[in-house]
């Protein structure tokens, strides 16, 4: 039979020991608060834009399955071989939550892929690259490019010192699958959101799924957004994201966008399984030829042209008003120098050169589809005529005309796209909350978070 | 005799004074790095949970602010909720299960069919949970194992996106933890029924026992000691459980199977909300504790 073990109580004194002697050693640890003091300003006076000749190793922190950063090394090795690369990879999530650590570390990174700034200039840990904008002439650059890469001593983005660079300038639109278009005699891209809520109920009517989106891990915000864009103030959405003080996602405009968003769930424009749906699914259930539209970025445009060859075009969301100006989302794919990098003159001499020199520019456009950015007065790199890719380049320079670009929402804030954006969205693509419900939640979880 | 035994007595305090020394000695590295690796960083926890700190930058007190917002936050409650509905898919599902198979394969006559038996209900343990979770998500999709088999046996109007339909996914996802842990508690059972004297089960057949008074009488009681041990491994699983939903539904659709151990992950590294994240952690840890320890003192006490 059992042998009686007086293991309960053991259990509970042992937790009680446990529970105390944590506690005494938290309290005599609070005595001194944790993390740095408040950091102090980093200031570059004498920045050089001459390179080095001296052996330099630039370490450069990268998400996977970004190849863009190798190429360019590559490249830039070849042509300044005294300087070399080592590019350590970690997923997209790993890097965003490992970045601020990463960068406080003894040893940080010379370069980091960034998606949000967040708390890290605050903090202390990026280079202003202020001192380098004066050096290198970087205000002939788009400024609209620029804005969302500074942010200001109160951490709002959008205007400041300018602390990151895009690897590429990214866009976003609709692809439409041709062959399906031609089977429901739609001969040409909608011009306008009623023109393409027509093309929606054609689709629906016939049996075709309208819109290919997933939803498990948030991608269907392509299409959220890109409704609320078109009805909401470009301005003051972007002060939300900007997270200015007094700025609210709860616009009139945004519940319209989001309303919109609930009829076409309730009409049964999405796949039924949507929340099973994750990114990589639903651009190959795109390019196998399930569905007439999807709401994606230039970065798919290579790979939807080699699944689907001429039976796929690219084009910009449609203003509401024939004619308007167009609102799409873009966003550099941003890069930040660490403010400890022991190279900064070089790590920047590396991003002017990306953004100057004609085979890096060739480079980010054959690699990431995206535009390469920089002086606008630069010849374009070249690319197969009627390709997507020459679409997406299209796009980017109508956009900029247009002075239309905003930035995505899931940049908002570090945790509002996986703390709110995704899990209200999954309630609102299957009808189970309202779009004012959706904007009054993404807002509430906003103020909870900048406080 | 005084004589000889004061000084005896000395020698034998001395000697025992050096045992303690030794033992301190032989118990220090353990003891260094229990201190280090679990005391010192639970009172960090404990410290942090009282700050509003990103991590990295400047810390301010705000006392019990953390755990205010713990306990009135209605997403990280409801998130507690799931995780005690997953007790019935981790814990009485698997021990259950468990109890009828192992009382089965005990009554197998020993050879290859028993002991493959035991070693196919056993393989799920030796495969990681995040993997269980990603090739078990893959099962549950549209077009995934479940829905085939369904078609295939006439119930396709059943078939559904397991994961992401909002009444079924908590469940599947608990199925899938049920599948890995049902090994687990077989193997641990069987061994306990194997210590069990077999002079009982032939006293109780002798008096003319079916099988369920063998298993209430004999085999139930005799296995108090595993059974406890099971319910707090798997009530612990279910309660801290991450890998699984991580690798299967993060959390959704909605927040349908958003558990503590996703929600403090995303407080501490994604909205890097240490000191949130720390109060919730140790909000969770006296939850397990409460659950736990009253499970260890009922196996002692009610025999």
């Known amino acids: 039979m059992a042998i009686h073990t007086p293991r309960g109580r053991r259990g509970i004194r042992l937790a009680t020991g446990l529970v105390a002697t944590a506690a005494i050693t938290g309290l005599a640890l609070t005595g001194c608060a944790p993390g740095t003091s408040a950091p102090t300003e980093t200031t570059n006076a004498d920045v050089s834009t001459e390179l080095t000749t001296e052996e330099v190793n630039l370490v450069i922190a990268d998400e996977t399955g970004f190849p863009v950063t190798d190429k360019l090394a590559e490249e830039f090795t070849k042509q300044h071989p005294n300087i070399t690369f080592t590019i350590n990879r970690d997923t997209f999530q790993n890097l965003t939550a490992n970045a601020p650590k990463l960068l406080a570390s003894s040893t940080p990174p010379d370069l980091i892929r960034l998606p949000t700034i967040g708390d890290t200039v605050k903090d202390g840990l990026l280079a202003n690259l202020d001192p380098y904008y004066d050096a290198y002439g970087w205000d002939a650059w788009p400024a609209s490019q620029l804005a969302p890469l500074r942010m200001s001593e109160d951490g709002i983005r959008g205007s400041g010192s300018l602390y990151q660079l895009g690897l590429g300038y990214s866009i976003t639109g609709i692809f439409m699958n041709l062959e399906l278009a031609d089977q429901l005699g739609i001969d040409a891209p909608p011009q306008t959101m009623a023109e393409l809520e027509e093309d929606l109920a054609t689709a629906k009517a016939a049996g075709v799924l309208p819109i290919m989106a997933g939803d498990k891990d948030g991608v269907v915000n392509f299409v959220v957004q890109a409704a609320m864009n078109q009805y909401a103030d470009k301005d003051e959405f972007m002060s939300w994201m900007f997270n200015e003080p007094g700025a609210t996602y709860n616009t009139p405009g945004n519940v319209e966008g989001a309303e919109l968003i609930r009829k076409w769930a309730d009409a049964g424009y999405f796949p039924s399984d949507i929340n099973a749906i994750d990114y990589f699914t639903f651009t190959s259930r795109f390019s196998e030829g399930e569905g007439l539209f999807t709401f994606n970025g230039n970065w798919a445009a290579a790979d939807y042209q080699k699944a689907l060859g001429d039976d796929v075009t690219f084009f910009l969301v449609p203003p509401i008003n024939e004619g308007d100006g167009h609102v799409a989302m873009g966003a550099a794919n941003s890069f930040s120098v660490a403010a400890k990098s022991a190279h900064l003159d070089e790590i920047v001499y590396f991003l002017n050169w990306i953004h100057t020199d004609p085979t890096a520019r060739q480079i980010i456009v054959d690699v990431t589809g995206a535009s390469p950015g920089g002086d606008p007065s630069l010849p374009l790199p070249e690319v197969e005529s009627g390709s997507l890719i020459e679409k997406a380049l299209e796009m980017s320079a109508q956009i900029g005309a247009e002075n239309g670009q905003v930035d995505f929402m899931a940049n908002t804030t570090a945790g509002i796209y996986a703390g709110s954006i995704i899990p209200e969205s999954q309630l609102l693509v299957t009808s189970k909350i309202t779009g004012e419900e959706f904007v009054e939640r993404v807002q509430a979880f906003y103020e909870s978070e900048v406080g | ?303």
């Open chain 2, 1 to 303: 005799m005084t004589e000889s035994t004061a000084p005896r007595r000395g020698a034998a305090r001395a000697a025992s004074r050096r045992g303690t020394l030794v033992g301190w000695a032989l118990l220090a590295p353990a003891l260094a790095a229990y201190i280090g690796f679990v005391v010192v960083p639970f009172g960090m926890g404990i410290q942090y949970s009282f700050y509003d700190w990103n991590g990295v930058g400047v810390a301010t007190w705000v006392g019990f602010e953390n755990y205010a917002k713990v306990f009135t936050d209605a997403t990280l409650l409801a998130s507690i909720g799931n995780a005690f509905v997953l007790i019935i898919y981790f814990t009485i599902i698997p021990v259950g299960t468990g109890l009828i198979l192992a009382s089965l394969i005990r009554s197998m006559r020993a050879g290859a069919f028993s002991t493959i038996s035991q070693a196919v209900l056993f393989l799920p343990q030796i495969i990681p949970l995040a993997a269980a979770g990603i090739a078990w998500s893959w099962m549950y999709a549209q077009t995934g194992t479940i829905n085939q088999i369904l078609g295939w046996v006439g119930l396709g109007g059943l078939a559904r996106p397991w994961l992401a339909d909002y009444g079924t996914a908590l469940p599947a996802v608990g199925l899938i933890g049920s599948w890995v842990l049902t090994g687990l508690c077989t193997v641990l059972l069987l061994t306990g029924i194997g210590k069990i004297e077999t002079s009982l089960y032939e006293a109780i057949r002798l008096d003319g026992a079916g099988w369920w008074r063998e298993f209430f009488t004999i085999t139930l009681p005799g296995l108090r000691q595993e059974i406890a041990v099971l319910v707090t491994i798997t009530v612990i699983a279910a309660l801290s459980s991450f890998d699984i939903i991580y690798t299967s539904t993060q959390g959704g659709p909605g927040r349908a199977t958003l558990v503590p151990g996703i929600s403090i992950f995303r407080i501490g590294f994604t909205q890097s909300d240490v000191g949130l994240a720390s109060a919730f952690g140790i909000v969770l840890m006296v939850i397990v504790l409460a659950v736990v320890l009253p499970i260890q003192r009922l196996s002692r006490s009610s025999r």
